[in-house]
């Protein structure tokens, strides 16, 4: 597969002079391609750590809202508590007032009957301290660990956006290098090639290593060899479609 040849094709000094220049230009591409996928990937690393230290923000909030549960429902019970104790006092003020013994008698099985109920509030209501005190320590251990992660999110933040900033300053070298290469090559054979950076990872040119394509592996046959030694055209893989080059050329 040869690329198309423009009206005045290239001569055989030219077509090797494109070769350097072409090697030149994807020797700074490949590097510009490596920093381009660093680049995006920082970020990404930063979203995934927010993402983790938001699910441990969520889950002290969950805990946060257990433990107010809890105390409603323990100053509920200490309301019904507050009733009884009332129930008890009106009962014992009726006692006074009672003539015959079968009422006494009742009234009697009444109030223990109320502090029956009294009792099994209380002790609910000390479960529920002992609850919202077990949920208060993992509260203060989440507050703890979620300060740690905190202070590691911003330490990690702080060395990838340092590195990114490094890696912005590295690019931009290699952008402006580049674009004193790519205006020495023709149009049409920098269009192509660019198409093929784009879709083969930032490897449009490799060389022929053996008699292997240096981008894919496959085989380059013995004639597509001989074909790029002729420097008449810029000779593509048949399998990957990269640029071909031999490295005696270079
Ligand atoms: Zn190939």
């Given amino acids: 597969m040869v690329l198309g040849k423009g009206k005045d094709s290239l001569t055989q000094t030219t077509i090797l002079e494109t070769v ?3 090697v030149a230009l994807q020797k700074i591409d490949r590097e510009i391609f490596h920093f381009k996928r660093e680049l995006k990937a920082g970020p990404e690393v930063l979203v995934e750590a927010q993402k983790q230290f938001e699910a441990k923000k969520a889950r002290l909030k969950e805990l946060e809202e257990k433990f107010k549960a809890i105390q409603l429902e323990r100053k509920g019970l200490e309301g019904d508590l507050l009733v009884k104790e009332d129930a008890i006092c009106k009962v014992n003020a009726q006692l006074s007032e009672i003539k015959t013994n079968k009422e006494y008698t009742a009234k009697l099985v009444e109030i223990e009957g109320v502090k029956a109920d009294k009792s099994i509030i209380e002790e609910k209501i000390l479960n529920f301290y002992d ?13 703890e660990a979620l300060k740690q992660e905190e202070q590691k999110y911003l ?7 340092a ?4 890696l912005e300053g590295k690019k931009s070298v290699l952008e402006n290098q580049r674009k004193q290469v790519a205006p020495e090559l023709d149009k049409n054979l920098l269009l192509k090639y660019e198409k093929i950076l784009n ?11 053996g008699a292997s394509c240096g981008g894919c592996y496959m085989n380059v046959p ?9 420097h008449q055209d810029m000779v593509q893989c048949e399998f990957c479609a990269r640029i071909l080059y031999l490295q005696e050329d270079v």
């Fill in 222 to 230: 013995a004639q597509v060899v001989n074909q790029i030694k002729m």
């Fill in 20 to 22: 350097k220049k072409l």
């Fill in 163 to 166: 590195s990114m900033k490094d």
């Fill in 199 to 209: 879709n083969k990872d930032g490897l449009a040119l490799v060389p022929v290593t």
């Fill in 131 to 143: 609850l919202g005190d077990q949920v208060q320590i993992s509260i203060n251990q989440e507050k």
């Fill in 155 to 161: 330490k990690e933040k702080q060395v990838i956006e």
